[in-house]
């Protein structure tokens, strides 16, 4: 239309002047006005956000695991889609409405992206129970050594007739139990315990009535 670029005036509405093909990057909004030399004015607003989207974990921190309930909250007008997803970044869900209980047992990781398409992903565990490996189950009675295995960080109670013993392979007679424990932060958290017996002189299939007498 023929008019003189060179004399637009750019006013953000802080007051600074925005240089003519200068870029903006401040986060913030701005409204911004466009004066030509005519004195006709031209309004756009813009939103410069660089910040992911907000959120508070009760129950357990980011990246954490716990054996209790968990509480994700966020502002619904800072992220407004929510997904929840499997350890290999595909959506599962993308309904997930903030201040939901998360009470199962499971992995859980969740994509909060903001409407400029910031995003983060928060993770957490809910875990309550002991991963094992044993050559018995509870309450067994078995002629072979019997070994534990943990596929966690544990601590390990053993009593063998009532007394204290160390180890998690065992092939002395006796009546045994094994308590373990897990740990979250810096509080014993889930249990697994177990009983059973080591005997020499007698079969699985076939327990001896004097072992049962002297040891239960």
Known sequence: ????FNEFEYI???GIPVVNSSPISYDGSYYISIVDYYGNVA???IVIDSVVPDNKLSGVSNCGSTSGKVVLSWDSLDAVQACLMDRNNNDISDNIAPDCKYEE???YYVRLTDICGNSVIVSFNIDR???YISDVVDGQVTTDRVTFKFNESVEVAVTRNGE???GL???DAGAY????FTFIAVSRGNVAQFTFCGDRLCTQSNKSSEYDSKYF
Not at 1 to 4: K, P, Q, S, V
């Open 105 to 107: 047992e499971g992995a």
């Open 164 to 166: 204290s013993i160390g």
């Open 1 to 4: 239309m023929g008019e003189l």
């Open 43 to 45: 309004q756009v607003t």
């Open 169 to 171: 392979s065992f092939v």
């Open 129 to 131: 129970s002991v991963n």
């Open 12 to 14: 953000s509405s802080n």
């Open 177 to 180: 139990s094994l308590t373990a």
